[in-house]
């Protein structure tokens, strides 16, 4: 939950206030909202995709629209579900998925193992307004020993805070002296709160649901996704450093804590049509290109190969820029 | 920011320092909403009295207005109804039905019938059996820790803290509070955020 406070730093990397001012001032883009595409057209006899197929998101109308390439960065899940509701007779179980790894090695970060605990002293002194910012501790684990429980690791997001009116949960008491004491700040208290690697698994996958469609007639997914041992050790781990270092920096009244959280409350999805070399085994190549069709790119989460425990965007954000950089030197030499 | 993940915070039995503006927006968004429209949906009248009279013990009226006055039994009923699921309803509707066996057994009538003493006599037993089941995570133990967050008093302290110090009289004559902070400090002396 703390991570939550950090997300605001995300804000000044969105598109809408980089990229796409920047798209708009060559004067060849056209944005066009309200498009919710519904699945990708597939030309057999040039191997190639051809267009997307919209639904107007206001009149309902359906729509074609055409291109020499596309990419599809419309986030892990749902590109990988266009992708799967895109079948061909010759794709018969989702486009460009001859490997069958399409929607497969579904992947979050599991958060939420780690340690609060008290720091004494500084009493007179507090943070005023809304902290815009917290620490991070990046990853320590696995660098350069190897540990015997995991492979892997996590880092750490957290913050040092002055305990308010919430500590009164924890509190004994109630009444008017309880009142007053919340009514002025609380100790100091420091949080280690742990973000770790979900490794790929062939069985944390997606799929298209027989039974639901959503609002505009495209079937629902399927989610199938498990914390698996290694992401278990991972977060047992994060409680057991995180109170190490605590009480190494003199914290008092430490508690570690161990969340149980459900995949996807990380809000990290990623790896639903993972890279690689070798096309039995994966969707794309290091291009974010498509090994079964060759003008098809996805830049999305979904390219992702493990999940590292880092923070995603700037990552996608990078391959993205390195695809589209391949691409357009592709076009140059009439590859695309 | 989600209800369920609210909720969450709300139910979690780590200290985790602050609610998230997130969060704290939108429990704003419960007190709005039941300015509009204060009737109770899942509190009978005799519950309601019972969630009134708890709420007020917990945080009480002094220099500045208790939980009665902001109506944190109002702000309660709303999250049983719309954000609980009935698991959690009915164990808390059940926690307060326990109250009452309690009262009934050590002074013979329902709890809202005692005297204020009687009153705090159970509540204190309530709240020191909290204490009691209060224990830090065992590491070595495989699954949660100590199910606090279950209890029927772990949530009632809860909800009426939260419904409280977020409603305006909480957060601005109880916390001296800003939804828009009027200066921003990395670090002031403590006298500074009175002003
Ligand atoms: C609350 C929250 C906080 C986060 N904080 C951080 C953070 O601090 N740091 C970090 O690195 N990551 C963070 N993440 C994760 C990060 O936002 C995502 O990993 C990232 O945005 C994914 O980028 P994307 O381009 O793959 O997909 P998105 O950013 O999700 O973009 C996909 C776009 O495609 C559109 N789309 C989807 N389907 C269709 C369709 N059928 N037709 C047309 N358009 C479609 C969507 O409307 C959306 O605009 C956070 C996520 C959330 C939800």
Known sequence: MLARLHYALLLQQRSLNSTLPAAQATGKITIRPHSIVHSVIFDRSTRKATGVRVIDGQTREALEFRGRILFLCASALESARILLNSSTTEFSNGLANSSGELGRNLMDHCMGGGATGLIPGNEDKITLGHRPNGIYVPRFRNVKEKHPGFVRGYGFQGDGVRQNWQRGAWMTGFGADFKHTLSRPGPWMFTFYGFGECLPNHENYIELDTQRVDAWGVPALKIHCAWRENERALLKDMTLTASEMLSAAGAKQIEPFLEDNAPGLTIHEMGTARMGRDPKTSVLNAHNQAHDVKNLFITDGACMTSSACVNPSLTYMALTARACDFAVDQMKRGEL | MQRREALRLLA????????????????????????????????????????????????????????????????????????????????????????????????????????????????????????????????????????????????????????????????????????????????????????
């Open chain 2, 12 to 195: 979690a039995a780590a200290a985790l320092p602050v609610l998230s503006r997130d969060a704290f927006s939108l429990f704003r968004e419960v007190h709005e909403q039941l300015a509009a429209a204060p009737a109770l949906k899942t509190l009978n009248p005799h519950q309601n009295a019972m969630v009134t009279a708890i709420s007020e013990l917990i945080i009480p009226q002094t220099d500045t207005p208790g939980a009665k006055a902001v109506r944190v039994n109002e702000f309660i009923d709303l999250i049983l109804t719309e954000w609980y699921d009935d698991d959690e309803r009915q164990r808390f509707l059940a926690g307060l039905a326990d109250v009452d066996v309690r009262s009934r057994d050590v002074f013979g009538k329902d709890f809202v019938d005692g005297s204020e003493k009687q009153q705090l006599q159970i509540v204190s037993s309530l709240d020191e059996e909290l204490a009691g089941i209060r224990q830090p995570l065992d590491l070595h133990r495989e699954g949660r820790f100590a199910p606090t967050e279950k209890q029927f008093f772990y949530m009632m302290k809860r909800l009426t803290l939260v419904g409280y110090y977020t409603s305006q009289a909480g957060f601005e004559q109880e916390r001296h509070e800003h939804i828009i902070p009027p200066r921003h400090a990395g670090c002031a002396s403590i006298e500074e955020e009175a002003t």
